[in-house]
């Protein structure tokens, strides 16, 4: 019998605050995006929260494979749930409509008359997961990705290799391949740069030798997710080593100290299968969250990440086409709450076209995004001189919001 495909699903996780009242809209990828509009509406007193979901769609989301709302609260440190609800019911019965929950002091772990403090954060988590349209062409492309991923790993038959002495990992690629789609490796390898010369396994030896330091001007997630692949790859005994090494083999060797070995390894999957996978953005996470990295990471198969940090690769590799799917990766991820501190992001003062959709999402819910949570702790932060705000970001902002 033919392989059946797999079912494959796109899944959104959006994470809030509770604020005093509110309406945040989710802004959903645009694989969901066709699916519904939806807000989710909060509220919250001294002693009691309520929050839900408003939703509006032309069609039955008959695609939709789960909904579920959940509320948590920080207790002494801890995280805990306090009461979860499936909508998919609700839902998936109703084009449109509105679905609220009530909980009260006794589910946030609070006494009969205790109040709300400043101690006690409140945050909601909406999960929405829709089956894919295309399921065999989108399962085919993931598996060709998974597939090409582990020769990233092999020499053969590579003859560039990217060495990242930060994490001591590396890649190797055809040299062909990637001049042929990139004018950066075009000029690099055809010309008189140091990479343009052929190296051999001594010379390997002597470049994993040296001290190295981090010429990146931004701070990266992606980091988080090489250290995490530098820790499985020194459970494997030490640094893996590439698979049908030689020792009359020669190669390019391109040194990378700005760039995460996670964020390349996703981008030549990419050139070579038209698959990437994104990450979302560390602004969507709850203030002091870190990535969380499963244990599927390994260095053979490719992981999701960083939509800055492939846009500033693509940028810097001249790769148009991947610009604009990590672009429209981070503007599918703004949020009221995300876009303030996107606004303040360096990559966002760096790079226009990802300063032009910050601003324009956060002039289009400037009175939403004023009285958020986030932006009053970045007003703080940039009150006490920790934070500053990028003139050329602040001069688009009023000319939007004016």
Same mark, same amino acid.
């Given at each position: 019998?033919?392989?059946?495909?797999?079912?494959?699903?796109?899944?959104?996780?959006?994470?809030?605050?509770?604020?005093?009242?509110?309406?945040?809209?989710?802004?959903?990828?645009?694989?969901?995006?066709?699916?519904?509009?939806?807000?989710?509406?909060?509220?919250?007193?001294?002693?009691?929260?309520?929050?839900?979901?408003?939703?509006?769609?032309?069609?039955?989301?008959?695609?939709?494979?789960?909904?579920?709302?959940?509320?948590?609260?920080?207790?002494?440190?801890?995280?805990?749930?306090?009461?979860?609800?499936?909508?998919?019911?609700?839902?998936?019965?109703?084009?449109?409509?509105?679905?609220?929950?009530?909980?009260?002091?006794?589910?946030?772990?609070? #006494?009969?008359?205790?109040?709300?403090?400043?101690?006690?954060?409140?945050?909601?988590? !909406?999960?929405?997961?829709?089956?894919?349209?295309?399921?065999?062409?989108?399962?085919?492309?993931?598996?060709?990705? %998974?597939?090409?991923?582990?020769?990233?790993?092999?020499?053969?038959?590579?003859?560039? =290799?990217?060495?990242?002495?930060?994490?001591?990992?590396?890649?190797?690629?055809?040299?062909?391949?990637?001049?042929?789609?990139?004018?950066?490796?075009?000029?690099? !390898?055809?010309?008189?740069?140091?990479?343009?010369?052929?190296?051999?396994?001594?010379?390997?030896?002597?470049?994993?030798?040296?001290?190295?330091?981090?010429?990146?001007?931004?701070?990266?997630?992606?980091?988080?997710?090489?250290?995490?692949?530098? !820790?499985?790859?020194?459970? %494997?005994?030490?640094?893996?080593?590439? =698979?049908?090494?030689?020792?009359?083999?020669?190669?390019?060797?391109?040194?990378?100290?700005?760039?995460?070995?996670?964020?390349?390894?996703?981008?030549?999957?990419?050139?070579?299968?038209?698959?990437?996978?994104?990450?979302?953005?560390?602004?969507? %996470?709850?203030?002091?969250?870190? =990535?969380?990295?499963?244990?599927?990471?390994?260095?053979? %198969?490719?992981?999701?990440?960083?939509?800055?940090?492939?846009?500033?690769?693509?940028?810097?590799?001249?790769?148009?086409?991947?610009?604009?799917?990590?672009?429209?990766?981070?503007?599918?991820?703004?949020?009221?709450?995300?876009?303030?501190?996107?606004?303040?992001?360096?990559?966002?003062?760096?790079?226009?076209?990802?300063?032009?959709?910050?601003?324009?999402?956060?002039?289009?819910?400037?009175?939403?995004?004023?009285?958020?949570?986030?932006?009053?702790?970045?007003?703080?932060?940039?009150?006490? #001189?920790?934070?500053? !705000?990028? #003139?050329?970001?602040?001069?688009?902002?009023?000319?939007?919001?004016?």
């Amino acid at each position: 019998m033919p392989e059946q495909p797999e079912s494959v699903h796109t899944t959104l996780i959006f994470e809030t605050t509770l604020d005093t009242a509110r309406e945040c809209a989710v802004h959903l990828p645009p694989s969901m995006g066709s699916a519904a509009r939806w807000t989710l509406v909060l509220k919250r007193d001294s002693y009691s929260a309520s929050y839900g979901l408003r939703w509006d769609s032309e069609s039955n989301l008959s695609q939709l494979t789960k909904a579920s709302i959940s509320l948590y609260h920080t207790s002494t440190s801890m995280i805990n749930l306090a009461a979860s609800y499936d909508l998919l019911p609700v839902v998936r019965g109703q084009p449109s409509g509105e679905k609220s929950y009530a909980v009260g002091p006794s589910d946030l772990g609070l #006494g009969s008359r205790s109040r709300y403090t400043s101690n006690h954060l409140l945050f909601v988590k !909406l999960e929405l997961c829709l089956k894919s349209e295309d399921r065999e062409e989108t399962s085919s492309a993931e598996r060709l990705a %998974r597939t090409f991923a582990p020769t990233l790993l092999s020499t053969h038959p590579s003859d560039v =290799r990217l060495y990242f002495p930060l994490s001591d990992l590396e890649l190797w690629a055809n040299s062909a391949s990637l001049t042929k789609v990139s004018p950066y490796f075009q000029a690099l !390898l055809t010309s008189d740069f140091l990479e343009a010369e052929k190296r051999s396994l001594e010379s390997k030896t002597e470049s994993e030798g040296q001290h190295w330091k981090n010429t990146s001007e931004f701070k990266d997630s992606d980091d988080e997710l090489d250290s995490a692949l530098k !820790l499985k790859s020194k459970i %494997r005994k030490g640094k893996i080593p590439a =698979r049908g090494f030689h020792s009359d083999l020669q190669f390019h060797e391109v040194i990378v100290t700005d760039i995460a070995f996670a964020t390349y390894q996703a981008c030549l999957v990419w050139i070579a299968t038209g698959h990437i996978s994104f990450a979302p953005l560390s602004s969507t %996470r709850p203030p002091g969250q870190s =990535r969380v990295i499963g244990p599927a990471v390994d260095l053979d %198969r490719p992981q999701k990440v960083s939509p800055k940090s492939i846009y500033r690769l693509a940028e810097f590799l001249s790769l148009p086409e991947l610009q604009t799917l990590a672009l429209d990766s981070i503007a599918s991820q703004l949020t009221v709450d995300s876009v303030a501190y996107e606004l303040f992001s360096d990559v966002t003062a760096a790079y226009d076209e990802i300063c032009d959709v910050v601003v324009a999402s956060c002039a289009a819910n400037w009175s939403a995004v004023q009285a958020s949570d986030s932006m009053k702790l970045l007003k703080a932060e940039a009150r006490d #001189g920790g934070l500053e !705000l990028s #003139g050329a970001v602040f001069l688009k902002l009023m000319e939007l919001v004016k």
